[in-house]
């Protein structure tokens, strides 16, 4: 008697399509060699004397930085691995294509839904944007998503000893710039100008899986997110990587003390605090501790710039956006969002000056 043969189980199988790697790409590739050409010789100078102490600070802070965002990054993978599986399509065009500009006000609030940092946020981002998502209102989630989330502003309660105006004004205007410079993104570009080729003729995920198949078994389904965040974790993890290496080096070098000799007029202190937001790659959910410390020492609206342009602009963030943009856009995204960011916390310290 024959039987017939029972059916396999879908397996997973990374996309087949080839695209030749863009110059984005090949810059980032670049880095990543760059990189670990430098770790190799820092290492084999680790163990002269000379070097001993700049080398044992670097390994402290670099492990430091790691320990602190990977569980952050590995919540925003599993965040994406189970948008892939369990979001539907039909959804998300029904929610952000009907009504492209109420959408991005809608973006703006996504953190409160999907609570992830900044370390975090751009697996994330990647996924909605396979799913079709307009790139208007991805920008704003990746934006105001590290800022307006209910563990950010309990970490920045705390730091502020439940001073509920810093949280308050942090959430607001992390808010407002990310829909301003998400409207702003959607007058320039969409998917076909702002992405990278891979995009452009990616209409699923390429995987060879199902996903909208809801009869699947729910262990089936749970399988294929957990393939699909451990591809984001080790596709964007390497830029984490990179950013926390060049941080780890800036800490071990430089003395923070020197920048508080400079700090003689506002405008002067908030680019100061800019900067140090960008260099530094504080994860949103710690980097309130970092600002409260400068209380009295610095004006209230650069301690909000630190705490606002860091997790929208810093180190290991662009080097992420080459996994995802192309290079006019990040230029355009850095541009606009750290000149948004600065001439709102000049508005702020005229309005406001003190906010306690």
Request: charged share 15%.
């Amino acid at each position: 008697m024959n039987q017939q043969p029972l059916p396999n189980l879908p397996i997973y199988k990374p996309a087949s399509t080839r695209i030749p790697p863009s110059t984005s790409e090949i810059v980032s590739l670049g880095l990543e060699y760059c990189f670990l050409t430098c770790a190799i010789l820092l290492f084999f100078q680790g163990m002269t004397p000379r070097w001993y102490k700049l080398i044992n600070d670097l390994s402290i802070n670099f492990l430091a930085i790691m320990l602190e965002a990977l569980p952050f990054m590995l919540i925003g993978s599993l965040v994406s691995g189970l948008i892939e599986v369990f979001v539907p399509i039909a959804w998300i065009d029904r929610i952000f294509h009907q009504r492209k500009t109420m959408a991005v006000f809608l973006a703006g609030s996504m953190g409160l839904f999907f609570p992830v940092c900044e370390c975090a946020i751009v697996p994330v981002v990647r996924r909605l944007l396979s799913k079709g998502i307009p790139l208007s209102a991805a920008i704003t989630f990746l934006l105001a998503g590290p800022i307006v989330n209910v563990i950010v502003a309990a970490s920045t309660a705390i730091a502020y000893r439940y001073d509920w105006t810093f949280v308050a004004v942090r959430l607001g205007i992390g808010y407002a710039l990310a829909v301003f410079i998400g409207l702003l993104v959607g007058r320039f570009f969409n998917q076909e100008n702002g992405l990278l080729p891979t995009w452009k003729t990616r209409t699923s995920c390429g995987c060879g899986h199902d996903h909208g198949n809801v009869k699947q078994p729910l262990f089936i389904r749970l399988r294929h997110a957990l393939e699909h965040a451990s591809d984001d974790f080790f596709d964007v993890g390497r830029y984490l990587v990179i950013g926390a290496f060049i941080t780890a080096l800036m800490r071990s070098t430089l003395d923070m003390n020197t920048f508080l000799h400079l700090m003689d007029s506002p405008w002067l202190a908030i680019l100061l605090m800019m900067a140090m937001a960008i260099i530094l790659n504080l994860c949103s959910e710690t980097d309130a501790f970092i600002a409260a410390s400068f209380r009295g020492l610095l004006p209230d609206s650069a301690q909000m710039a630190f705490m606002v342009l860091g997790p929208m602009l810093d180190i290991k963030l662009i080097l992420m956006y080459f996994s995802v943009f192309r290079k006019r856009t990040i230029l355009f995204l850095i541009l606009t969002v750290f000149t948004t960011v600065f001439l709102a916390m000049l508005g702020l310290q005229f309005l406001f000056p003190n906010l306690s």
